[in-house]
């Protein structure tokens, strides 16, 4: 499967945007889908993730109340609609995908195929 991020801009703090990873094609029901996020200088950060059969949702402690993770299945499509945004949200997002047990969502190496980043940028 191919993943195409995208949504990502400038976006003051306090604002919100939404970004999205489609997939190339519909085995993408076998996946679970995670955004992740890499700022510059740091380690590549788990931010959320969703099951695409059967629901489940994970979310970090930084952007859990703030952030959603949805799907849109006919159009394949799985978005992260940020709200609340603060300036250390600034990051690439990636989205990616995996077939590991939920205790390992968080963990990029366990995750196979990933999309080409987003830029977010959070600034007044």
């Known amino acids: 499967v191919q993943l195409q991020a995208s949504g990502g801009g400038l976006v003051q703090p306090g604002g919100s945007l939404k970004l999205a990873c489609e997939a190339s094609?519909?085995?993408?029901?076998?996946?679970?889908i995670g955004w992740f996020r890499q700022a510059p200088g740091k380690e590549r950060e788990f931010v959320a993730a969703?099951?695409?059969?059967?629901?489940?949702?994970l979310y970090s402690d930084s952007v859990k109340g703030r952030f959603t993770i949805f799907k849109d299945i006919p159009k394949k499509t799985v978005y992260l609609q940020m709200n609340s945004v603060r300036s250390e949200d600034t990051a690439v997002y990636y989205c990616?995908?995996?077939?590991?047990?939920?205790?390992?969502?968080?963990?990029?190496?366990?995750?196979?195929?990933w999309g080409q980043g987003t830029q977010v940028t959070v600034s007044s």
């Open positions: 969703i099951r695409w059969s059967g629901g489940g949702t």
């Open positions: 094609d519909h085995t993408i029901s076998t996946y679970t």
């Open positions: 990616a995908v995996t077939r590991v047990v939920r205790s390992s969502w968080s963990l990029p190496p366990q995750y196979y195929y």
